[in-house]
């Protein structure tokens, strides 16, 4: 059994397995969230809300296109210059409204669980609605080269970044905004808060909020697991681009890369 055929099957057995449970367990989260009273007026739960809307059409768009590609090799983004442009474009805004918004909600815990009363005032829902569209225009706005630069390849029959430096440009961002700073910021900010909770007595009595406090230390540890190994492996293919390589190592690689981006698929999932 080849690796490339066992990073296909890979890819479509759990790609399938992903879709399920992530678009389930995302609708059930939107739910539980828009429906709960207590839930609606809290800023973290709303950028909750939010973001597992947004995992919803991460997950649709990005797994499906791929697992039909992998599993049945019919690619649109190969023959269709709009749909090659568009879903890149929307693959890359997703991604980012959603861990932005997965480090908003941990920032907004240490604001709602701080001793300082100035801070735990910046936590409050309509901040939080001001915040959300302002995120969502930076990331509309930040996504539009994208559009610009991604382009089908005459002579490969591929949808790539036709430009050098942009190419250059999305490595650095997959490895900051994908990879680097989402972990520093929930890891840093969920640190914060556990030092908030033990010196708060308040929040004892306040089961919601602990309910909240656990769903994020949660999320500090998915994010860390699933993004952590996609981003090395993300700098170990950036060092070696470069280097010389034989079929054996590159298959290794290939199947390497399946299985970290299927890890990271993970937090779409179960954030």
């Not at 309509?126 to 930076?138: E, G, K, N, Q, T």
């Not at 905004?177 to 989402?182: E, N």
């Amino acid at each position: 059994m080849s690796l490339a055929y066992l990073s296909q099957q890979t890819t479509i057995y759990v790609g399938l397995f992903l879709i399920v449970t992530g678009v389930i367990g995302n609708s059930l989260n939107v739910f539980v969230f828009s429906t709960v009273r207590l839930y609606r007026r809290n800023p973290c739960t709303f950028y909750f809300l939010i973001r597992s809307i947004d995992n919803i059409g991460f997950i649709l768009v990005n797994l499906t296109v791929r697992i039909i590609s992998v599993g049945y090799g019919y690619d649109l983004t190969r023959t269709s210059v709009v749909w090659c442009k568009i879903r890149q474009y929307i693959l890359l805004i997703l991604g980012l409204i959603s861990f932005m918004l997965s480090c908003l909600a941990v920032i907004d815990q240490f604001l709602a669980t701080s001793r300082n009363a100035n801070l735990r005032r910046v936590s409050n829902i309509s901040w939080a609605h001001r915040i959300v569209c302002l995120v969502l225009i930076f990331c509309c706005l930040y996504g539009i080269p994208a559009l610009i630069f991604v382009d089908i390849s005459p002579s490969l029959k591929l949808c790539m970044i036709a430009n050098a430096n942009y190419a250059i440009y999305i490595s650095i961002h997959v490895l900051s905004f994908t990879c680097i700073i989402p972990v520093l910021v929930t890891v840093i900010f969920g640190y914060l808060t556990y030092r908030s909770i033990h010196s708060t007595r308040a929040l004892v009595e306040q089961q919601v909020d602990r309910q909240l406090v656990r769903m994020v230390f949660s999320e500090v540890a998915i994010i860390v697991v699933s993004i952590t190994p996609y981003g090395v492996n993300t700098v170990y293919s950036l060092i070696t681009s470069r280097m010389a390589k034989d079929t054996n190592q590159l298959s290794i690689e290939s199947f390497v890369s399946t299985i970290t981006s299927l890890l990271c698929y993970f937090y779409y999932t179960v954030c």
